[in-house]
């Protein structure tokens, strides 16, 4: 069983609580968290889990933000039949359907960078903008992406952080382990798993796909990232079309949690310049 | 009472700075395997297993891991192979291949009905999921494990009883024609045992198929929560399960007196338990193989990790059973009432480092006090 650092439970770093909504689809229930005012974008986290952080909270300064949690993950349903990405490309047309959201921003970290750049492959036309944090996905056998399931809880904290993370005051260690919480823990690593465990963390076809996506793109790479190479966001950047790529100094793979503030502003920039325009309003179907 | 000789064939030659190594399986490094030594081990143990029919156990076993320093046999088949033809009287017993990982599962349907025809019916066939490990080094999706294991049983099931081609269609396996050649020699298949460590699942599959229900490492207490878990299960179905059906497994180490059994055996159960099984969780349990529920009660049966055992704790817990003849025949007998009775005794005599002097000792003297001593126990008249 894997304790990653959920970060729902961690102290301190939501401003004030967004709405929680639950959005019901043909197999199962999508939980959701959902705060802001302005265009629409849609935000697909990472591995570790969902939630609602500092990052989300300032991105929702400027935007209607949208965090939904993938299948299996936090509070959304199993939905047994999305086995793989391609089932999870089209979960997320379905999310997207279901919420009115035609052309919305998305923005995806890691596990939810793969996600979102795959849903850009498949239906470019749904894609306002996309914005990819150290986005997992691609196979590149010589930049290895080191092994989520194997990595011991601290040696993982180690490896997402480029310095020890925030730590908020973790209070003495309970007498009793909290089991909900550790069930909880391995029900998000199993959904991990699920996706991710073969072929490890990518979809060996991405790559010759990414010249498909039509949508401005930015590509964030923090530089000091131990869990997926820079060399990924790299060739992210090198085979989208349209794609920027900005590389941060001084930065782990758990970029949004280590260095919120930052992360938000370049996210915030980028979005602010590629407003979704005239064919849609604010993303919304019409 | 039925007898069994297990061996894991372990490779017991660490190095000095073992304890920098997370494990002993998957990434403990094969340079720590020497070529000669590992030869002179795979005949050894063979010889052990060959010694134990000799000497009078009704069954020599074998079982399946992967790249692990805990057990050398990644092909449990091959093992039972070699012993098939140097063997006559005991039951061959494959405990068991690990369907839950195989690619081709036919495959052990085929391996298996060939050893049923080299030992002329003496085969066992016992079916694991495999350990959370063996998913990582053979690269099987943990969270299909249940899954996989499942429909691999089925369709192993169906090869062997079934004398039409059929095709099989299932969630992770497609077979156009399945037409087994040879049919096994033993009908209406070989007999199955499959270990449980807690699942009711696995209780409840065991019963519906009347298969032998076998335990794993777990202190006495915890083993009589599994074998009436079976028994309930039974019970359910409306029938008694034979004694034989229910089959305890567990280290034992034998000697002329305790003092020297204890000298002898404490090094070889704590490598076991400190070097073999040292395996931390995110090995043991990776995402997906352990259901929720499974999970929540695993998590409230509150256990040591065996690196929290000592040596006089293991013993007493019921890990490991260590004395002269007579202690260990007053042991077993007292955890044959302890555990509500069980009709197989599978034992693991070659524990860790343990010499071939030393395992044959132990295996010899089991064989003759030991034995005669429990075989009343355990048998149908019993019931």
Redesign the interface.
Not at chain 1, 149 to 152: A, E
């Given at each position: 069983?894997?304790l990653i650092p959920a970060p729902r439970k961690g102290g301190g770093l939501t401003t004030h609580a967004p709405a929680e909504e639950f959005l019901d689809l043909r197999d199962g229930r999508v939980r959701l968290f959902r705060a802001g005012q302005g265009e629409p974008l849609l935000f697909l986290h990472a591995a570790g889990g969902g939630g609602w952080l500092d990052y989300h909270q300032r991105l929702a300064a400027r935007f209607d933000v949208i965090a939904p949690d993938h299948p299996g993950f936090g509070g959304s349903d199993d939905f047994g039949d999305v086995e793989a990405i391609d089932d999870l490309v089209f979960h997320y047309l379905d999310v997207m359907d279901e919420l009115g959201l035609d052309r919305p921003h998305i923005a995806g970290a890691s596990f939810g960078g793969w996600i979102a750049a795959e849903l850009a492959v498949a239906a470019p036309h749904r894609v306002g903008s996309l914005v990819l944090l150290s986005p997992a996905g691609l196979r590149l056998p010589d930049h290895p992406v080191a092994?989520i399931?194997?990595?011991?809880p601290d040696q993982l904290v180690a490896t997402l952080f480029s310095r020890p993370p925030p730590a908020p005051a973790q209070p003495a260690q309970p007498a009793t382990?909290d089991?909900d919480a550790?069930?909880a823990a391995?029900?998000d690593?199993?959904a991990?798993?699920?996706f991710c465990?073969?072929p490890y963390l990518c979809d060996p076809k991405l790559e010759r796909r990414l010249h498909r996506i039509t949508a401005p793109t930015l590509v964030v790479a923090p530089l000091q990232d131990r869990l997926i190479p820079v060399a990924h966001a790299r060739r992210y950047a090198e085979r989208i079309p349209a794609a920027r790529l900005t590389e941060i100094d001084g930065c782990g793979h758990a970029m949004y949690v280590e260095r919120p503030a930052e992360f938000a502003d370049v996210t915030l920039t980028f979005l602010s310049e590629h407003s979704l325009g005239e064919h849609s309003l604010n993303g919304v179907i019409r | 009472m039925r007898f069994s000789f297990f061996h894991l064939m372990p490779y017991p030659h660490l190095p000095d700075n073992f304890d920098d190594y997370p494990s002993s399986s998957l990434t403990f490094p094969n340079k720590y395997f020497d070529p000669k030594l590992g030869n002179q081990l795979y005949h050894r143990y063979l010889d052990e297993l060959e010694y134990a029919e000799q000497v009078g156990f009704d069954g020599l076993a074998v079982n399946e891991h992967h790249q692990s320093a805990y057990g050398l046999m990644p092909s449990p088949n091959i093992m039972a192979a070699a012993l098939a033809r140097r063997t006559e009287r005991a039951r061959i017993m494959v405990l068991g291949n690990a369907i839950g990982i195989r690619g081709n599962p036919l495959r052990v349907a085929e391996e298996i009905a060939m050893l049923d025809h080299l030992t002329g019916g003496r085969v066992d066939s016992g079916f694991v999921r495999g350990i959370g490990w063996e998913y990582f080094a053979h690269s099987v999706n943990p969270t299909k494990s249940r899954s996989r294991f499942n429909e691999a049983h089925d369709l192993i099931i169906k090869a062997w009883t079934s004398d039409e081609l059929f095709q099989w269609i299932g969630e992770n396996y497609e077979y156009r024609y399945v037409n087994l050649w040879p049919r096994p020699l033993q009908q209406p298949h070989p007999p199955v045992y499959i270990p449980g460590a807690g699942s009711t699942e696995t209780m409840r599959f065991c019963a519906e198929h009347r298969y032998t229900y076998m335990s794993v490492y777990a202190p006495t207490r915890v083993v009589r929560r599994w074998f009436d878990g079976y028994r309930q299960a039974a019970a359910d179905l409306g029938y008694v399960p034979d004694p034989e059906k229910i089959a305890l497994s567990v280290p034992i180490y034998v000697a002329d007196t305790d003092a020297r059994a204890h000298a002898e055996a404490q090094p070889a159960v704590e490598w076991l338990f400190r070097k073999g099984l040292k395996q931390p969780m995110e090995l043991v349990n990776p995402p997906g193989y352990t259901s929720q529920s499974s999970l929540r009660g695993l998590l409230m049966t509150e256990r040591k990790p065996f690196s929290a055992l000592s040596y006089d704790d293991l013993l007493a817990d019921g890990y490991a059973v260590v004395g002269s003849p007579a202690t260990v025949a007053a042991r077993l007998a007292e955890m044959y009432d302890e555990l509500g009775g069980y009709g197989q005794l599978i034992g693991l005599f070659a524990i860790g480092p343990s010499t071939h002097e030393q395992t044959t000792r132990s295996t010899e003297l089991f064989a003759a006090d030991v034995i005669p001593a429990l075989r009343p126990l355990g048998v149908a008249a019993d019931a």
């Open positions: 069983m894997r092994d399931f194997l990595l011991p382990p089991i550790i069930l391995y029900r690593q199993t991990a798993a699920r465990w073969s | -």
